[in-house]
């Protein structure tokens, strides 16, 4: 859905990185910032793992080496099914998908209900991705923010501000200004549910009902509702953390150690991540994806569309 990190795309960035897409030194599900890419340049040098892999509500995608996306889980609405690239940010969604060109326009394709696929002209830094959202959001290189699809919640009418990382939700979005602090805006019953902590953060996460954020310690921050089954999804572990991603009613984060921890809803086992040490992990509604340090993809939690079942060539 959301993902944050410490670092973005290797110093193409300026600090921004969950939705969008983000990273730490290795991670945008869910943004990214680029920078500018040069496409006569090798595409697979400017990739980061937050940039490469984004996990949506049924299906998850990842971009390779020469930056060609590839998909796997549900294509009920086209969604898996992505034109040929080079692309050098990709975010799934609920049920389209939009990426980040070379050039730095976006394509978007599947479900175009409310425009929610029909990007606007112009360049971006960065597309905020959302496992269950009808809109998305994008950031500019001029860092004000550009939303299009639904907007019955006021979530796709940005605030006239400039940022440096935004994240996207159902019905609500957040985003860190260039001073560090965090404004959201969208669906009032959301918001109503607890404002974002003072102080600076790196990167700020979005879940259904919930937020989480990054600060330059490793520490997180979490605000909004816990569940009404009290998951604890606002309950942020003390431990501390180089990237961090949010689901619907879940998160999981790279430690300091490059062990995965997640915390909140566990139906489908989105809370038990796989052994080991990952490079970013990238949270999807119910379902996460990991980078591993070898390069490959192991991922958990819901599988019913195959969207935790990565191809065999990124296993």
């Not at 915390?263 to 991540?273: A, I, L, R, S, T």
């Not at 052994?275 to 390069?295: E, R």
């Amino acid at each position: 859905m959301n993902t944050i990190g410490r670092s973005i795309y290797p110093l193409l960035v300026l600090g921004a990185g969950s939705l969008l897409i983000l990273l730490l030194a290795c991670q945008s599900s869910s943004g990214v910032g680029t920078g500018g890419v040069n496409p006569a340049e090798d595409v697979g040098n400017a990739l980061t793992d937050a940039a490469r892999l984004s996990a949506g509500e049924y299906h998850t995608c990842y971009l390779d080496d020469d930056g060609e996306a590839h998909c796997w889980g549900n294509d009920d609405h086209g969604q898996a099914s992505p034109p040929e690239g080079p692309f050098i940010q990709i975010a799934a969604n609920s049920v389209h998908t939009c990426a980040l060109r070379t050039d730095r326009t976006v394509a978007c394709w599947g479900a175009d209900r409310d425009g929610r696929a029909s990007p606007p002209e112009g360049t971006f830094e960065q597309i905020a991705s959302s496992s269950g959202s009808e809109h998305t959001c994008g950031l500019r290189t001029d860092g004000t923010v550009a939303c299009w699809g639904n907007d019955d919640k006021d979530q796709a009418s940005p605030p006239p501000e400039k940022f440096r990382q935004i994240a996207a939700s159902t019905y609500h979005n957040c985003g860190v200004r260039t001073d560090g602090t965090v404004v959201c805006w969208g669906f009032e019953e959301v918001l109503d549910r607890g404002a974002p902590p003072q102080g600076q953060f790196e990167y700020v996460s979005v879940g259904n009902s919930h937020n989480c954020g990054l600060r330059d310690d490793g520490t997180v921050d979490c605000w909004g509702g816990n569940g009404a089954l009290g998951d604890d999804r606002a309950s942020a572990p003390s431990e501390k953390f180089r990237q961090l991603s949010t689901g619907f009613a879940h998160n999981c984060g790279v430690t300091t150690k490059g062990t995965v921890s997640c915390w909140g809803w566990d139906y489908y086992g989105q809370c038990d991540p796989a052994a080991g040490t990952f490079n970013f992990v990238a949270a999807g509604a119910n379902h996460n994806c990991g980078i591993k340090p070898n390069g490959s993809i192991k991922c958990w939690g819901r599988n019913l569309d195959g969207e935790a079942s990565p191809p065999d060539q990124f296993r």
